[in-house]
């Protein structure tokens, strides 16, 4: 069973930083698309930023310049790394892997960034 479990959230101030970890289990190879996404309360969930297998990446307007997405694909492994931290980055991040078929798509459980004015 595929499992996708994120670490890293926690209570930060405005300005700050933390860097997310999202780490998949039980697949064999890597896959062709990760990202994060978030969920703020009351709204509904966006992405946040992708990336490839290949290093491509993508990002929200709203983080660009602010956060940095990378991957390692021998451990299925991404990263977020956020900087310059805004109140309004509050929310539940969630981690996200797409493979080469369509139902090769897999969700983490979240974890929740607090930053504080």
């Known amino acids: 069973q595929v499992q996708l479990v994120e670490s890293g959230g926690g209570l930060v101030q405005a300005g700050g930083s933390l860097r997310l970890s999202c780490a998949a289990s039980g697949v064999i190879f890597s896959f062709n698309v990760m990202g994060w996404y978030r969920q703020a309360p009351g709204k509904e969930r966006e992405l946040v930023a992708v990336?490839?297998?290949?290093?491509?990446?993508d990002y929200a307007d709203s983080v660009k310049g602010r956060f940095t997405i990378s991957r390692d694909n021998a451990k299925n492994t991404v990263y977020l790394q956020m900087n310059s931290l805004k109140p309004e980055d509050t929310a539940v991040y969630y981690c996200?892997?797409?493979?080469?078929?369509?139902?090769?798509?897999?969700w983490g459980k979240g974890t929740l960034v607090t930053v504080s004015s």
């Open positions: 990336i490839t297998r290949g290093g491509s990446t």
């Open positions: 996200n892997a797409k493979g080469y078929a369509p139902d090769m798509n897999y």
